[in-house]
């Protein structure tokens, strides 16, 4: 059956909004909500039309839109399917593991390095140790719902806690570092986005070229000491931040 079916869809033909725009945020709405699950199949777009007294290129177009934020598929043989909600995630002193869960989103993680490194110059000004001192260097790939969502490279200082790679893949990585005592206070981030290289695509399951989110973060504990340097990218199609911003009185 249609799950749009027991959507209450319309549209306001009176409205300046155009047709196609109205339909794909109902529908978008009714993913965010979870009134349609991730799998489920859309009926057939004609059908859809018919139903709402529109074009069928104008529910074509409203499908396509949502295709296009990475919320639908197109499946050769099954049809239209609905993949997930886009993750919003809010800028705070949070990790993504706990923010993805939070969210519903079945984090899952796979450690791809576990090591220690000799600090570059830039690692070891984030981490105020002197240039070519050994640090750990974690790389993870994050996935929800099995899907990847982000590549996080993380340096910290030697001696902090132990880094067991079995731990890192079935927890966060800040909830490893409180449960050792660690009490992070604050942090210095920057958000930039860029195109994905090869190797970021093909690690990401996203197109050479394709648009990417990045975050660099210096993570500091209740003495100001630095206990983190996070370098993270993130498919923008899956993944957003959210900013919260006051004016200055």
Do not use: W
């Not at 996080?152 to 927890?171: A, I, Y």
């Not at 604050?186 to 394709?210: C, F, K, N």
């Amino acid at each position: 059956m249609d799950p749009t079916v027991s959507l209450h869809l319309g549209v306001d033909r009176n409205s300046p909004v155009p047709l196609y725009f109205q339909l794909s945020q109902q529908l978008e709405a009714a993913i965010e909500q979870g009134m349609l699950t991730p799998g489920s199949l859309l009926g057939n777009e004609i059908e859809l039309a018919a139903r709402l007294g529109l074009s069928r290129p104008t529910v074509r177009q409203a499908i396509q839109s949502l295709v296009d934020k990475g919320l639908l598929v197109r499946r050769r043989g099954v049809g239209t399917q609905v993949v997930h909600s886009q993750v919003r995630r809010p800028l705070e002193l949070s990790s993504l593991y706990d923010d993805l869960e939070a969210a519903g989103q079945r984090p899952a993680t796979r450690v791809l390095l576990n090591t220690l490194v000799s600090a570059s110059a830039e690692i070891a000004a984030a981490l105020a140790v002197p240039e070519g001192q050994e640090v750990h260097r974690i790389e993870r790939l994050r996935l929800a719902h099995g899907e990847p969502m982000a590549y996080l490279c993380n340096h910290l200082p030697t001696g902090l806690l132990t880094l067991d790679s079995g731990q890192l893949e079935s927890t966060g990585l800040y909830r490893l570092m409180r449960a050792a005592g660690i009490t992070l206070h604050s942090a210095r981030q920057s958000v930039g986005a860029r195109a994905a290289t090869l190797l970021e695509g093909e690690r990401l399951d996203e197109p050479e070229g394709a648009p990417l989110l990045t975050m660099e973060r210096t993570t500091f504990d209740d003495t100001g000491r630095a206990v983190e340097f996070g370098s993270h990218t993130y498919r923008a199609s899956r993944y957003s931040f959210e900013f919260q911003l006051l004016v200055r009185s």
